[in-house]
């Protein structure tokens, strides 16, 4: 019989206890359930967690000569079916607690019981080791972070082996190679392909070695978008194709042993500190991605759909970082974090929208979509979140440009590439833009001034009332 493997989100072979437990059972069958909700994901990170599919496939027949079977269903029908077929006599599935997972989970278990066994791996330490001196659930990141950091995170475990036993008489899947699992985007796959970052375990564990020879400078240049100061590594960590577990004890080692480097990596898993903070708050609040966390924000007059949300989901504002960050999302799946910040400031402080429809807008667009970090930080930067930014907190996005990208090359690059042509970028967008979407002139003094300012007045008059 073989040892199973339910894949979820830990797409790597490293610090992988579940990959583990497996192959002691057996000859290795690693599964992938195609269910409604893998369908209803969004369109950018479905594209995304296919690469990360085929990827792991790659390096699973590279070990074993045996591929991942994928199997269209939901699972609770079709894993009790395959330890029928096969007579394994687990499942071990590494835990990934995003809602609609965790309900499959349950499914599951009410037909296979403590067969389906989950395994640690997503994130750096168990919700329930971190708890205040009351007991409760830390609310502020803070003391969350001096609470990690003394506790320290959990250490990985050792990595599969190179050669792996593959069970072979396994029943016949979906081919992966004609999967197409984003193939209505409407991006067009075609823009995301050009600007792909390369996926899988391997990749990622390169991205974070280059980035620690020259992390020194992270702390001073992480909040600017036109340098490339940033790991890089939220797809990689979203698809778990390598683990926290594992970029805490890689960076740990490299402070100690590269003294020059060693603030930029503490900032830099201050960061990864973050991540962690939003997954423990998802669990313990499963509906944050719906819901104010402070309750009292649901009375919130917040404006529904309008025309300034659309002209915001297609980047026409006519804000030129705000129009920047929301281009360079559209043709790359990725949006630098500070500009994320403008960006979502602008939809619910100036605009008054509810931070849901952007939220939204980041679920079906973002290619290291995480449930819990899209969540956390929407809610944060709407000041409903339970560490949340104060309500006056408004950026002013021709403040925040002057101040992070001074040289305006951030910008030019997404919107008009002057000086000289268009660049690759600015041009891509307008290729991939659907017909009927307008390109905003972008407001230079008086215009974008006015508006930023009665904005805000109006922002100020509704968060104050409210308050
Ligand atoms: P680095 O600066 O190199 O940071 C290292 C790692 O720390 C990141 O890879 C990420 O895993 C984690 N991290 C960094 N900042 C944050 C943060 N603010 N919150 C949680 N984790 C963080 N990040 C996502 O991974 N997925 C999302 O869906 C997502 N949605 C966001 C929505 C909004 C409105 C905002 C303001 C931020 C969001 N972020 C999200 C957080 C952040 O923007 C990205 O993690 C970061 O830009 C990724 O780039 P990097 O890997 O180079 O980050």
Redesign the pocket.
Known sequence: APGLLWLSRAFRFGDNPALLAALKEGPLLAVFVLDAATRALGCAPRWRLERALRAFDADLRRRSGQGVLVLEGEAQDVLPDLVRQTGAARVHQAYWPEPAMQAAQGRVRKVLGDRLVLHPGHLLTHPGRLRTGQGGVYRVYSPFARALRALGPDRPVAPAPERITGYSAGPRGLDLTTLNLAPDMYRGRAVLETFALPAGEAAALERLDR?LDQAGP?GAE?DRPDLDA??????H??LGEISPRTVWAISSLRAEADPPQAAGITK?LS??I??E??WHLLIDFPHMAQTPWRPEWAEFPWQGKSAALTRWQRAETGIALVDAGLREMRVTG????RV??VV?SWLTKHLLTDWRS?LAH?DDS?T????A??A???Q??AGCGPDAAPYFRIFNPERQAEQFDPRARYRNRWLAGWPGPPSAEASAYLDSAPPGWSISPHWRGDGADRAMAEGRNRALAAFGAFR
């Not at 940033?230 to 797809?235: K, R």
């Not at 990725?334 to 974090?337: F, G, P, S």
């Open positions: 980035f992270y992480r940033t790991s890089g590594l939220s797809e960590l979203a830099f960061e990864v973050w991540r903070f939003a990725r949006m630098h974090n994320r910040m979502a952007g980041f973002l290291d979509w995480d449930p970090a899209n956390m930080n929407w944060w930067v």
